[in-house]
């Protein structure tokens, strides 16, 4: 199967599939938020801004990667973008391999005319740093007008559609490449990071890990798995976690791992 046709069975079975997991959540129902009255603020006063990959968005929110590169992605992403940039908020496009394979498909990637002011991250599988160097990944970011570049992981998925399924030595290779002239982030696609996979990461100079818990039609939101600002490490470990949870400090890798940022995405994936 090209990589247009498998573009476009994604959409086809987000449109017609029923892709929602049955049993797994985002975890939220077991939350109530405790009302105050005597509030003592003013609704103004309160901040959402958040600083993230060189920009500051309006709130902790990010629209993740959907699409590219097939009929319907210009206008997906279009309409994506110009959200993102009415609430100042950031835009992950989908993966950017169809786009260096054929040049053709710029104009379902380029949204930057609506989205000037918008956090904008370009996105590319880590197995493909197996076909594409260097020059590749900036000449990706470069066209699209990024801000900063995803790196996925998804041997589940690609497993199950017989795609790329070699992963060996992948982080060897990210390691060489590291680092780039923009900010860079490693992200699953659904199905969650394990405790193991986000303490193979330590000492990359990574920007964020996104660690994809599942669950929830609802956009991206921002989650430590440690209490601490300065952990990376996911409070979970299985796959397809529920996103959302209290989470105390890991204790033993607290003070190993890296202080990126993480982002913690919702997306639909039939379980």
């Given at each position: ?10 959409l ?11 049993r ?20 103004s006063e ?9 920009k500051v ?8 990667a959907?699409?590219g ?14 959200a993102a ?8 496009l ?9 040049p ?11 989205a ?7 996105n ?6 197996r ?5 590749d ?10 801000d900063?570049?995803?790196l996925?992981v ?12 070699d992963?060996?030595?992948l982080?060897e ?19 969650g ?8 990461l330590r000492g990359l ?14 956009g991206p939101?921002?989650?430590s ?13 299985r796959?397809?976690s ?10 033993r ?19």
């Amino acid at each position: 199967m090209s990589t247009l046709e498998r573009k476009r069975k994604h959409l086809q079975a987000c449109l017609e599939g029923d892709v929602a997991y049955r049993r797994t959540t985002t975890g939220l129902e077991r939350f109530r938020l405790r009302y105050q009255a005597l509030a003592g603020l003013a609704l103004s006063e309160v901040d959402l801004t958040t600083p993230f990959l060189g920009k500051v968005l309006q709130a902790p929110f990010l629209i993740g990667a959907m699409t590219g590169g097939e009929e319907n992605g210009e206008r997906i992403n279009l309409a994506l973008a110009e959200a993102a940039e009415a609430l100042g908020v950031g835009m992950m496009l989908g993966s950017g391999r169809i786009l260096l394979e054929r040049p053709e498909a710029l104009p379902s990637f380029r949204v930057r005319r609506v989205a000037p002011k918008a956090l904008l991250i370009a996105n590319l599988g880590l197995a493909q740093l197996r076909r594409y160097g260097r020059d590749d990944l900036i000449r990706l970011v470069e066209l699209v007008e990024a801000d900063a570049l995803a790196l996925h992981v998804n041997p589940l998925q690609e497993a199950a559609q017989k795609g790329d399924t070699d992963f060996r030595g992948l982080l060897e290779r990210l390691a060489a490449l590291l680092p780039l002239p923009f900010p860079v982030l490693l992200k699953e696609v659904g199905h969650g990071l394990s405790r193991e996979a986000a303490l193979a990461l330590r000492g990359l100079p990574l920007a964020a890990v996104d660690v994809a818990g599942a669950g929830g039609r609802a956009g991206p939101a921002w989650r430590s798995g440690c209490a601490s600002a300065r952990c990376a490490t996911p409070s979970f470990a299985r796959s397809a976690s529920p996103r959302p949870r209290p989470s105390r400090r890991c204790g033993r890798y607290c003070r190993k791992s890296p202080s990126s940022p993480r982002a913690a995405s919702t997306q639909e994936r039939t379980p």
